[in-house]
Structure formats: C-alpha cells, structure tokens
C-alpha cells in the first residue's frame, strides 16, 4: 500500500515540474495581417508564380518568349481543369498548343504552393474575363 502512494505521489510531483519549467505561449501580441485570407493566397500565389514561372510565362501570365499565355481561353477552366496545372509541373507536357517546345517537370514546386499559383492564375484569367 505504501508503494503506490509512494508511487502517486512521484508521478504528481513529476507532472508538477514538467508542467512548471513547460514553454508557455508568448503573452506578447500577434503580429496581425492587413490581408484577407483569399488576398493573402492571391500574394503568396503571385510570388510563387513571380519566383518560378514567370521567366516562361511572363510576369502577368500573358507569355513571353519561352512558354505561352496562361491568361487565355485555351487555358480557361473548362478546357485545362486545375489539374492540368499540377500535372504539368509533376510530369512536365508536350508541345500541343503552342510552339515553344516541351515543359519540362518542375518537381521542386509542391503541391501545396501549386495550389497557390493555380488560384493566382485563375483569378488573372477572370481579371481579363476569359471565365
């Protein structure tokens, strides 16, 4: 009988220390974001495209001189689905539309940040009221 109250009692007063030296949460304030959440996957999609697609694509997804316009109806969503977008990252596409040649995979892009370019691309293309 005296082992587990022995026992009971090393377990409380373990708990007590682990919970006494634990990390609390900082009682200073959050820094708070200006940005809606839907701006804020439309700024982190921008710079993603900016950081890897703009050298093909151009900076407003209109084309340049190494890929075509993504900002166009071949590419609107009932044509080239989302998922067009990240299977041409994950497995690269052969020249079908346009003649700049094959795009290679890109498998250094996630999926994640795919998701934020695909949403940036999107609302390009219904800026320029392609859908």
């Not at 082992?3 to 006494?20: G, N, P, S």
């Not at 694509?57 to 001189?65: E, F, I, L, M, S």
Request: glycine share 6%.
């Amino acid at each position: 009988m005296n082992r587990k109250i022995i026992f009971v009692a090393v377990v409380v007063a373990a708990t007590a220390v682990v919970l006494f030296f634990a990390p609390r949460p900082s009682r200073l304030p959050r820094e708070v974001s200006t940005l809606s959440e839907s701006e804020f996957s439309l700024a982190k999609g921008e710079t993603l495209f900016l950081q890897n697609c703009m050298v093909c694509h151009g900076k407003d997804a209109n084309g340049a001189v190494k890929g075509p316009p993504l900002v166009h109806r071949i590419y609107e969503p009932n044509h080239h689905a989302d998922a067009a977008f990240y299977l041409a990252v994950e497995r690269g596409v052969r020249q079908h539309h346009w003649k700049f040649g094959d795009m290679k995979p890109m498998q250094f892009i996630t999926r994640k940040d795919m998701s934020f370019i695909v949403v940036y691309v999107r609302s390009l293309q219904k800026k320029a009221g392609i859908f």
